[in-house]
């Protein structure tokens, strides 16, 4: 007999076979009343001494909270049961018991902080309102995917373990390699720019990055997830910003019609932007934060998370949670900078998601003779990027693309606090395991 799930359950089934954890257990007496949970949800089983076998009904009986239960039974209807049905046991395998006291509440009665939560993820992953969070990335995920493949877009995979970082010393997780030393990768993203040389056109990847930087915010970890886009035979940055767009447009449209439930249950709107994303020049956005907030951030070429914050606030009273700041000045050797007929800085773009940088991006520059230069000013170290420079030489189209924060994503999405609560197992500065 196949199992299962406890949300195909129905009030008219005959004989079912399920499986889960003992998720709530009410005793009085000759009546045991026990709520078995899978990933899906929850149904009641109910032992009554004088319809059971005797062993059957001890069995129900000493059961504990979070075993793992094997039952067959009969559905009968119940009004009072959740979901208006129960399960009458016919035969009952304990396949695993918990031992006591539990690590951590998983009935949502207790609430605990995230350190601990985090401390004690497998248990804490067992709440059904953390569970789907988890299901709604997934469905980010497939969201985003479709959008991409649909758009002639093919899904790559690039190396992890790298010889140089994209983003630079400081924050590079080093690794032995053999006999030398290499790097986590910080981002794809020159692997992204080789696959246009290759020919890919576009591509896009999602997979882990890192930064070894020393933070400890709500919206910075050690590892994320990125979700990297990269497309070649652009005219410029603008249609890199419109991959970008067109990508999160559909995915909101995908996650109201897919993943209504869990937005129901987190209590979250989303709405489809109807208009297009603002873009304005990095110089404008200092002006607003000037004249509106009488903010000036300190570092020169950033915004800060103060300023995207205030911006946030400015855009999303004329009703835009999504906008761009294009143009940042003195950036990485590897985006178009200094174009006299642009009047903007660079062609590098943020984008901003209810006052959070979200992705950053655009176009790249493609000739060799002016990425060397730009990397002299830099003082960048040629021998580490030899690999990626030598792609540049025989035949690279103009190209751009961009990455985007899966993480951040979600957290954003969900109004969650903090980014952890959207990682199933965090990395941060002070935090290795579970
Ligand atoms: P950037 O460094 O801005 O750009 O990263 C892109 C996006 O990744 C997310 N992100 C992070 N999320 C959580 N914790 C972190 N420590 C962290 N660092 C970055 C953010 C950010 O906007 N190479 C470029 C992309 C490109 O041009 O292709 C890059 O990595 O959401």
Redesign the pocket.
Known sequence: MDRKYSIDVKPDDDKVKIAGWVHEIRDIGKLVFVVVRDREGEVQVTFKKDELNEQLFENGKSLGNEDVVEIVGNVEENDQAPGGREIKPERMDIIGQAESPLPLEVTGSVDSDLSTRLDKRFMDLRKKHVFDIFSFRDKVVTGLREYYDDEGYIEIHTPIISKGG??GGATLFPVIYYQEEAFLR??P?LYKQMLMAAGFDRVYEIGPSF?A?NFGTS???SE?T?W?VELSFIDDHNDVMDALEGGLKHLIEYLNEHASRELEVMDVDLEVPEEDFPRITFDRAIEILDEEFDYQPDEEGDLDTKGEKLLGEYFEEKGHEFFFVVGYPGEKFYYMQDREEDEMASRKFDLIFRGQ??????QREHRLDVILDAMDEEGVDKSNFSFYLEAFKFGMPPHG?????L??LVTKLLELDN?KEGILFPRDPSRLTP
Do not use: N, P
Not at 357 to 362: A, Q, R
């Open positions: 994209a983003e910080q981002s993203q930064r930087e919206r910075h970890v994320f990125q990297d940088e979200l992705s950053s991006g655009g693309g961009f990455g985007m924060g993480d951040r980014i």
